[in-house]
């Protein structure tokens, strides 16, 4: 994965870092000239690199908790991952800073929340499942024992008293009282956590309104839920939630669709390309951020990829430059491809079309990045071919001329079809009879699939645990038939 970050982003991570930090010494009225040194010291990290000055700044306001050890634990994994995704770690840390001043805390778990939904679910869980357990504990440790309270989108028990006690001691206290007690805060994580995946694998697209709303919903109706069974009044935190969440997915479903065609015109595309035209389209307008393009060599992965992007409104770019939507051709071959789709993700891309004739490999590849969905292009079949044949040959050849070669072709590609159609054209207009231009072109031509090629693709439809869409049905086209090749038992 390439480490150069563009100056732009080094800068923001920079100024928001320091901002957070200079916001923390202020909400615990700190002036020292030693701990001015520390958003300082964050921001110039930041300048190296976005995620270190993050992580360096989590790292550093545990260290100057009355429990550093805990309060460091309890950070360590979102301080690693800060690395990746330090957008989210930064609104991360204002959300835990800030949980004791609802609504505005429980509206900054919404923005949260909102913020996740760009990185991939195993890091979402765990940002939303470590501001659960670090709110709680920071809180348990400053309010009176027994008492309860709502933090930011959590429920504490106080501690009260354990100032002067050992780390464990509290850790044991908090344990006891908050995580199996009565705010039942291990349930409460792992609810957080799941919500958070969702977000995640929710995505953001316009057809994706359901998958934006309904964890947040859950998230709001557990804290609801929770605050009645407990006797204890949450106020506006879960509507503050909902609100600062609906805001944000509101913008960006705005500008989603302002950006997306009502209707779809279909460009004039072989009768073999309509079917992943239309696949792609659908998956690229319902907010679709992975997606593979695959099937043999030389059969319009490209030219449906490019048709797709213009009928959907969507810029695409051939460049990793954290841009709307990037198209990778061959994309089994680049090296460390999962690395720099995770990267690119968690930048802001759009989409990310993965464009490949071996998909096994690809899939192996990407080491267990989630495909959203996979679109086949396939070989144009017998009724395709013969429509193709008609075209090019514009009446040149006769019906029974065209079905013989439409018949002669299933073992080529749709490049390939069109160069023999050529050919063929040309021949006629040479002086040689159908039959015979036919006959010289195929011997000099000859088809250029592969059973491999095929039986690749079938094996990936088979193992792919996703949405396929693109190919005709089997009933109607069986995929073993495509080039005409028998299934290998």
Partial sequence: MSSKRSFGERLLAAAATLGLGYLALLSWGVRSSEAQLVPLTAAALSLAHPGLGAAALLTLLSAGEPMPAVE???????????????????VWALAVLLSGRNPLGAALFGALLYSLAAAPPRVAATYAAFYALLTSFRWALMMPAGALSWKGAVIVEGL????????????????????????????????????????????????KVAAWLVPPLIAAAAIHLQATTLGLSVGHGPTAMLAAYGALAATELRRLAARAPRAL??????????????????????????VVVFGPPRCGKSTVVREALRACGLPSYRRAEGREVLHIEGAEAVPELAARVE?????????????????????SSLQGLRVEAAVYVPPPDEESRRLIIERAAGGLLGREEVGRLARATAAY???????????????????????????????????????????????????????????Y?????????TAGYPRKA
């Fill in 72 to 90: 460091l634990l309890l950070a360590a994994p979102v301080a690693v991952l800060a690395f990746r995704y330090w957008r989210q770690a930064l």
């Fill in 265 to 290: 015109r279909q460009p004039p595309l072989a009768p073999s390309l309509v079917q992943p035209w239309r696949g792609l389209c659908g998956v690229l307008r319902g907010g679709g951020r992975l």
């Fill in 473 to 481: 049905a089997p009933a109607r086209r069986p995929l073993a038939a």
């Fill in 413 to 471: 590609s749709l490049g390939a079809l069109n160069a023999l159609c050529d050919l063929v054209v040309k021949r006629v207009r040479e002086g040689l009879e159908p039959e015979r231009a036919i006959e010289l072109a195929l011997g000099e031509l000859p088809g250029d699939l592969t059973p491999e090629d095929v039986l690749e693709c079938e094996a990936f439809i088979q193992s792919f645990k996703g949405v396929v869409v693109g190919f």
């Fill in 343 to 363: 990267e690119l993700l968690e930048r802001g891309a759009r989409a990310i079309v993965l464009e490949s004739s071996r998909p096994l490999a690809l899939l």
């Fill in 160 to 207: 009260g008293g354990l100032s002067g006690s050992s780390e464990l001691e509290a850790l044991s206290a908090w344990l006891r009282t908050n995580v199996v007690g009565r705010p039942r805060l291990l349930l409460v994580t792992l609810i957080y956590a799941a919500v958070g995946a969702a977000v995640a694998r929710g995505g953001r697209g316009v057809g």
